[in-house]
T-cell receptor, first 115, second 113 residues
Framework: ETGVTQTPRHLVMGMTNKKSLKCEQH?????MYWYKQSAKKPLELMFV???????ENNSVPSRFSPECPNSSHLFLHLHTLQPEDSALYLC??????????????FGPGTRLTVL | ELKVEQNPLFLSMQEGKNYTIYCNYS?????LYWYRQDPGKSLESLFV?????AVKQEGRLMASLDTKARLSTLHITAAVHDLSATYFC?????????????FGTGTLLAVQP
């Protein structure tokens, strides 16, 4: 595996379910990110982790809970979601996260549908 | 609060023609990125622009940055069908402790034969 991988690629869940999205980066980077991409809206940054420490939480509802057990893995735990949470969830990583001009590399995304 | 606007939102152009996508942003920053997204795929980094007057070129795409005008352009020369995709600009919030990218809404480019 190379680059940034995400699983599952597609997820359908009910509002009462609990599920998790997984992201893994094989680039040796120290920073990881979760973004939400909704139809007709700009990409929204949700969370930033640098060296496994959460450094940004962009006013995201508590029904989204991130976890970064090490610098290569990032999870997004989902519970009691709403239909408006249906979107493409993108994970990204970058070498540093606080460095100058740190290009972010994106995974393929998880297409989430909440029924 | 940093806002990033792109225009046009949709661009249909013929092969062989030239066109420019514009990216305006509202507050000071000198770090701007362009990404490409194909349908159902992830974002691919195209250019990183780091200073006023920066110009980068790759194939038929050329990006430039004017930090004083808070404007970046992505110029397409002699378009080909393979360039059909959605193009996003993203601006790094200046002075932030972390690399926080604010994305534009994207420009959907459709190149017609």
């Amino acid at each position: 595996e190379t680059g940034v991988t995400q699983t599952p690629r597609h997820l359908v869940m009910g509002m009462t379910n609990k599920k998790s999205l997984k992201c893994e980066q094989h680039l040796g980077h120290n920073a990881m990110y979760w973004y939400k991409q909704s139809a007709k809206k700009p990409l929204e940054l949700m969370f930033v982790y640098s060296l496994e420490e959460r450094v940004e939480n962009n006013s995201v509802p508590s029904r989204f809970s991130p976890e970064c057990p090490n610098s290569s893995h990032l999870f997004l735990h989902l519970h009691t979601l709403q239909p408006e949470d249906s979107a493409l969830y993108l994970c990204a990583s970058s070498p540093d996260g606080t460095g100058w001009a740190d290009t972010q590399y994106f995974g393929p995304g998880t297409r989430l549908t909440v029924l | 609060e940093l806002k990033v606007e792109q225009n046009p939102l949709f661009l249909s152009m013929q092969e062989g023609k030239n066109y420019t996508i514009y990216c305006n942003y509202s507050t000071t920053s000198d770090r701007l990125y362009w990404y490409r997204q194909d349908p159902g795929k992830s974002l691919e980094s195209l250019f990183v622009l780091l200073s006023n007057g920066a110009v980068k070129q790759e194939g038929r795409l050329m990006a430039s940055l004017d930090t004083k005008a808070r404007l970046s352009t992505l110029h397409i020369t002699a378009a080909v069908h393979d360039l059909s995709a959605t193009y996003f600009c993203a601006v790094d919030e200046y002075g932030g402790a972390t690399n926080k990218l604010i994305f534009g809404t994207g420009t959907l480019l459709a190149v017609q034969p």
